[in-house]
């Protein structure tokens, strides 16, 4: 079966619900048609014009990405700034754009989920659930399989996200055994991960009142990058979406942007 957009996003919907998003968050359909089909998916962290140009040098009709092309309703359409210039050549080229965004973060098996996995942490719970839902919402917490310095975990982690550098809050030499993981950007959530007994706190964009409030309340940071903490989750999604299309029946290849790189470079 070759699905149309609209067949995509009610298979997304089951994944990641957009109830579960932000309210200042707008998943879903960015550009497109839902009665246009689709035989591949390009998947890629954000909607750049680049992303959208390899999209379409691999024939594929549709351009998935974690990011949302359109935060806001538009008041103008400039074609030469972004996102105007991603949305003209996305219609003239006839490549779609869809996104799975807050919902995909908070959703079971979505972000947060797989950035627990990939540290190997057990008995993971939600960090801060959404409403009422049993087991969704921002952030997760669990356990390693046992305590280890901080160091070795930092060195962990810029393998595991293919991050050189990483930022620090907490001296090398301490044992951390309850981890908690945020992809993208957690600093609001330090106090939380304390409340909830973790040592250490693993996410991106940590400001320096984070810092210091982490070492005020004693718990370890490692900031690992925005970019870096989802660009590995939505890579390891790209192939648990891979299986689930075989699953469903449908001739639909899925390739990811494999030469995406992080806007802020290091000097």
């Not at 998003?21 to 035989?39: C, F, H, K, M, R």
């Not at 370890?220 to 990058?225: N, S």
């Amino acid at each position: 079966m070759v699905p149309k957009i609209k067949d995509i996003l009610e298979r997304l919907e089951n994944i990641a619900p957009t109830v579960l998003a932000e309210t200042w968050d707008n998943p879903g359909l960015q550009v497109g048609s839902y009665s246009q089909e689709i035989t591949k998916i390009f998947l890629s962290l954000d909607p750049t014009l680049k992303a959208l140009r390899s999209a379409e040098r691999r024939n594929a009709q549709l351009l998935f990405t974690h990011h949302p092309l359109i935060f806001k309703p538009l008041s103008r359409l400039d074609i030469n700034t972004h996102p105007g210039d991603v949305i003209v050549e996305a219609v003239k080229s006839g490549v779609s754009v869809i996104t799975a965004h807050t919902n995909l973060d908070m959703a079971k098996g979505g972000i947060n989920d797989i950035l627990a996995d990939l540290l190997e942490l057990q008995h993971i719970e939600v960090l801060e659930k959404k409403d009422e839902a049993e087991y969704a919402g921002l952030g997760r917490i669990g356990d390693l399989p046992a305590a280890v310095r901080l160091s070795v975990l930092v060195e962990k982690v810029k393998r595991v996200f293919g991050a050189e550098q990483v930022k620090i809050v907490g001296r090398e030499d301490e044992q951390v055994r309850r981890v908690a993981v945020v992809g993208g950007s957690g600093g609001s959530l330090v106090y939380l991960a304390s409340k909830k007994r973790a040592d250490l706190l693993v996410t991106g964009d940590i400001g320096h009142h984070h810092a210091l409030e982490a070492e005020s309340l004693g718990i370890a940071l490692i900031d690992a990058g925005h970019f870096h903490t989802e660009k590995t989750a939505f890579g390891a999604f790209a192939e648990r979406l891979r299986a689930m299309v075989t699953e469903w029946g449908w001739e639909v290849a899925i390739e990811v942007d494999e030469d995406e790189t992080d806007p802020m470079g290091h000097g």
